[in-house]
């Protein structure tokens, strides 16, 4: 089974506007972490946001929010008035315990249209 | 400020070359990894590295080797480069614990004529 699921390639979003990229995951760890990356078309990954599973409140870094449904594993990445910068791959990723491996979704292409 | 230093932003090599992507962190992190990122694959773990002289295999690990000597620094290697090796590699470090993100570097587009 997938660790990590996003289910859309690719989404538009007006300027200004808020968006939420889908994520969700699947663990029988109960102690995990939660990560969204941004990757813009010259290719680097950038740490956006994480939320942890013992975390009481969604996480929140600026624009960004978490939107951290534990019961459905669901950790979708909301963005507030979207800006034409923020067009980009976005990845979901899921570190377990203190394995070290992280899993990775397919990313969600994200284009903002002024 | 975290730092991923990836010696090569474009490298172009040629088939059967022996070739080496270099990685360095100034952070003292343990862990550090390589990847492979191709359209419609996502990013698939080549090899990572715990500690120093320590490797574990990833999900692809065919036709590639690693070097860990120093704690900052962890070298990706195509024994015999192949042209359906040519990708965008990206090398990243993080430390221990469910907590802790991984950091990356810029990435390296290989191209292998």
Not at chain 1, 19 to 35: A, E, I, N, R, W
Not at chain 2, 5 to 25: A, I, M, P, W
Not at chain 2, 55 to 64: A, L
Request: charged residues 20%; neutral net charge; glycine residues 8%.
């Amino acid at each position: 089974a997938q660790k990590i699921t996003q289910t859309q390639p690719g989404m538009f979003v007006q300027e200004k506007e808020a968006v939420t990229l889908d994520c969700t995951y699947d663990t029988s760890d109960p102690s995990y972490g939660l990560f969204w990356y941004k990757q813009p078309s010259s290719g680097e990954m950038i740490f956006l946001i994480y939320q942890g599973s013992y975390d009481q409140q969604n996480a929140t870094e600026g624009r960004y929010s978490l939107n951290f449904q534990k019961a459905r594993k669901s950790a979708n990445l909301v963005i507030s008035a979207s800006q034409l910068g923020d067009s980009a791959m976005y990845f979901c990723a899921m570190r377990e315990g203190n394995f070290n491996k992280f899993y990775f979704g397919s990313g969600t292409k994200l284009n903002v249209k002024p | 400020d975290v730092k991923v230093t990836q010696s090569s932003r474009y490298l172009v090599k040629r088939t059967g070359e022996k070739v080496f992507l270099e990685c360095v962190q100034d952070m003292d992190h343990e862990n550090m990894f390589w990847y492979r990122q191709d359209p419609g694959l996502g990013l698939r773990l080549i090899y990572f590295s715990y500690d120093v002289k320590m490797k574990e295999k990833g999900d692809i690990p065919e036709g590639y080797s690693v070097s860990r000597e120093k704690k900052e620094r962890f070298s990706l290697i195509l024994e015999s480069a192949s042209t359906n090796q040519t990708s965008m590699y990206l090398c990243a470090s993080s430390l221990t614990g469910s907590n802790q993100p991984q950091h990356f570097g810029d990435g390296t587009r290989l191209s292998i004529l």
